[in-house]
């Protein structure tokens, strides 16, 4: 039931947001520069943050994300951003042989992948085309899989699998990065830090210990 109402709050909330935007008030200020209202995509270079002896390294993993932005100018140079994404984080990271023994992994890289509705909430500063933007973002957890690399599943002493039940549904955390408008056409880059741990309990929790998403991005976008 908890994991229904936290999705229930974030769609809520991305509801009420797009209803203001595309109410005519949404428009009241146009001069601000760059497309309104488009779609954008890019790619994920993410990463976990693991602190414990049985890690031996740990290497960034490439995803995507893409969905629906639009832009609300508050005066002609400073706007509100809200988007909707679907994006794909996660981590791989290399177990010692140790891991068997302390965590009772197989020894090998396990890749995580996390499948996120993300609704990014950015305040725009523009500088002529330059745009710089941060803000808080919401994500809610719509799938989640881990794969070792070398065995084709995560095998463990007990057979233990890991899914979206292991990992906190909802994550959130604070975003900051660069754009430029070009007409109809943004393009920028863009860092989130995640401020919850990825995981929830039990062997997801022993594996990943207090790690959070850190998350950088490239993007391009079109407006309509």
């Known amino acids: 039931m908890k994991k229904h109402k936290e999705f229930r709050i974030l769609t809520g909330l991305a509801v009420a947001i797009f209803i203001f935007i595309f109410s005519p008030q949404g428009f009241a200020q146009s001069e601000n520069p760059g497309p ?3 779609i954008k995509g890019g790619l994920n270079f993410s990463q976990f943050f693991v602190d414990q002896p049985t890690v031996d390294d740990e290497n960034m993993k490439v995803g995507l994300h ?3 932005f639009t832009k609300i ?42 499948n996120y509705i993300q609704l990014p909430l950015a305040f ?12 808080p973002y919401f994500s809610y957890l719509a799938s989640a899989n ?3 690399l ?11 699998e890991l899914n979206k039940d292991n990992f906190n549904s ?6 900051a990065g660069i754009g430029f408008d070009f007409g109809n056409l ?3 880059a863009r860092y989130n830090h995640g401020l919850r741990e990825v995981a929830k309990d039990g062997i997801a929790r022993d594996l990943t210990n207090n790690s959070k998403n850190s998350v950088a991005q490239v993007y391009i976008g079109i407006g309509f």
């Open 150 to 160: 070398r065995t084709s599943d995560l095998t463990t002493l007990n057979s233990i």
């Open 170 to 175: 909802l994550d959130y955390g604070l975003l």
């Open 124 to 135: 725009v500063f523009n500088i002529g085309p330059l745009n710089l933007h941060a803000g």
């Open 146 to 148: 881990v794969k070792n």
């Open 66 to 68: 893409f969905g629906i």
């Open 73 to 114: 100018a508050l005066s002609n140079s400073i706007a509100f951003q809200p988007e909707l994404l679907y994006t794909n984080v996660g981590s791989k990271i290399a177990y010692g042989s140790s891991a068997g023994s302390l965590l009772g992994v197989s020894e090998g890289e396990v890749r995580y992948n996390l």
């Open 186 to 188: 943004t393009i920028g």
């Open 36 to 38: 309104k209202i488009g």
